[in-house]
């Protein structure tokens, strides 16, 4: 056990500045464990984000990976010395050489981590551009942008509310700012119960009065 560090700097000094033999391997593999755990990643990213809003949390699971991914390659070249018997990632390593190589892949790996959280926090940005344009219509003015076509101005009158794709409701006592309360109070309790934008479709029933339902396809 005393001759392990001084025979690891000799096989160092022989290998010269060349990448351990094992590098390639384990580095292909921590990728592909980081790409498959995504979901595991993005939970924990929203978990981080409820107990703090702070920074973005660096690196929630590249250390797991590494070690996982370590004792993985430990378990299939158990022949190879230069691996030794149960070390931990945290407990190697004298040898600054393969040291270094694990500092390159855990940065490496950082950056991939960093990369997935910054598209969700793109797509979660595009969702809620979308949730706000719908809500403040395609201008700050009074005027509503029609729910079921998305393209033109509501006009509202005291009893009719109509557009030009086709949309009339008869209502009673209705108002641009009464209508457009409506609609952001509906779509802001939808929003804080589902990701998904909803639809809206005109219903009309032999008996009932034509109305505007908004449903959600999840």
Not at 14 to 25: I, L, Q, S, V, Y
Not at 66 to 81: D, I, K, V
């Amino acid at each position: 056990a005393m001759e392990a560090p001084p025979l690891r700097r000799f096989r160092a000094r022989c290998r010269g500045p060349a990448a351990p033999p094992w590098k390639e391997t384990y580095r292909r593999r921590c990728m592909e464990r980081l790409r498959r755990s995504r979901a595991k990643l993005l939970e924990r990213y929203r978990q981080a984000g409820e107990r703090a809003c702070g920074p973005t949390p660096g690196a929630l699971l590249v250390q797991e990976v590494m070690e996982q991914e370590w004792q993985a390659l430990q378990a299939a070249q158990e022949s190879r010395p230069a691996l030794g018997g149960e070390e931990t990632l945290a407990q190697m390593l004298e040898d600054p050489d393969e040291l270094a190589v694990l500092e390159e892949i855990q940065q490496e790996l950082i950056l991939q981590e960093q990369s997935v959280l910054e598209e969700y926090e793109r797509s979660l940005q595009f969702d809620e551009e979308c949730l706000n344009a719908m809500l403040d219509g395609l201008d700050a003015s009074d005027k509503v942008i029609c729910p079921v076509c998305r393209k033109n101005n509501l006009t509202v009158r005291n009893h009719v509310v109509f557009c030009q794709c086709g949309l009339y409701i008869s209502t009673q006592g209705m108002t641009e700012e009464k209508l457009r309360s409506l609609l952001e109070n509906t779509l802001t309790e939808h929003s804080h119960r589902c990701f998904h934008n909803p639809e809206f479709t005109v219903t009309s029933g032999m008996e009932e009065e034509t109305s505007l339902l908004m449903s959600c396809p999840v």
